[in-house]
């Protein structure tokens, strides 16, 4: 079993900053993606960036050259420097880690609000 507690939301003006952290403690596998998604009340949850293991990281379109994913701790610790932040940015901010070799699994933290105001 593998719990992830995610921190770091707040609010902030646009333009502004925040820092996301998602601390994974349990059976924790060695072979595993982390990410980071985001939901807003009326969409479905949309993948913001992720690191595989061997920190191959992703971005969606939207959050690009803006926000900055990483892996550290012994890779149990996933960070997302959030820069530049805009409005369109507010969701519940959840981080995932998925266990990529079998028995497959699939964890969620419970999720942390950033909130940017014009």
């Known amino acids: 079993q593998v719990q992830l507690v995610e921190s770091g939301g707040g609010s902030v003006q646009a333009g502004g900053s925040l820092t996301l952290s998602c601390a994974a403690s349990?059976?924790?596998?060695?072979?595993?993606?982390m990410a980071w998604y985001r939901q807003t009340p009326g969409k479905q949850r949309e993948l913001v960036s992720s690191v595989t293991s061997g920190g191959i990281t992703d971005y969606a379109d939207s959050v690009r050259d803006r926000f900055t994913v990483s892996r550290h701790n012994g890779r149990n610790t996933l960070t997302l420097q959030m820069d530049n932040l805009r409005p369109e940015d507010t969701a519940v901010y959840y981080c995932?880690?998925?266990?990529?070799?079998?028995?497959?699994?699939?964890?969620w933290g419970q999720g942390t609000q950033v909130t940017v105001s014009s």
């Open positions: 995932n880690l998925i266990r990529v070799v079998t028995p497959r699994a699939n964890y």
């Open positions: 349990g059976r924790i596998p060695g072979a595993s993606t």
